[in-house]
Nanobody, 123 residues
Framework: QVPLVESGGGSVQAGGSLRLSCTVA????????MGWYRQFPWKEREFVAF???????KYADSVKGRFIISRDNAENTVALQMNNLKAEDTAVYYC?????????????????WGLGTLVTVSS
């Protein structure tokens, strides 16, 4: 079974908003940090944001002030509210989770991944 399942992707005009959601599978345990990466065509995945189990969060400079990450530990979900979207935000967004307290810039040590959800922002 897929450990993480994303939803909420779609197509919006520049300046619009989307809210992504990710649900952790019931059989996944000892998860601390959860967050998001994105991947552009022909490029390596890029860190977007994370939030730890104690609600400490971090954002990439490219999305700071526009995106807000949150989590609901009771429902075992993490969400990414994306506001003032730009064409440069167009990418496949991947949910990630790990037993550590942070997510790195490239996600090479991430334990669990979702399959991704496509976000397309038109100008």
């Amino acid at each position: 079974q897929v450990p993480l399942v994303e939803s909420g992707g779609g197509s919006v005009q520049a300046g619009g908003s989307l809210r992504l959601s990710c649900t952790v599978a019931e059989n996944i345990s000892n998860v601390n940090v959860m967050g998001w990466y994105r991947q552009f065509p022909w490029k390596e995945r890029e860190f977007v944001a994370f939030i730890s189990s104690d609600d400490r969060s971090k954002y990439a400079d490219s999305v700071k002030g526009r995106f807000i990450i949150s989590r609901d530990n009771a429902e075992n979900t993490v969400a990414l509210q994306m506001n003032n979207l730009k064409a440069e935000d167009t990418a496949v967004y991947y949910c990630a989770a790990d037993r550590s307290s942070e997510l790195g810039p490239n996600g090479r040590v991430v334990a669990y991944w979702g399959l991704g959800t496509l976000v397309t922002v038109s100008s």
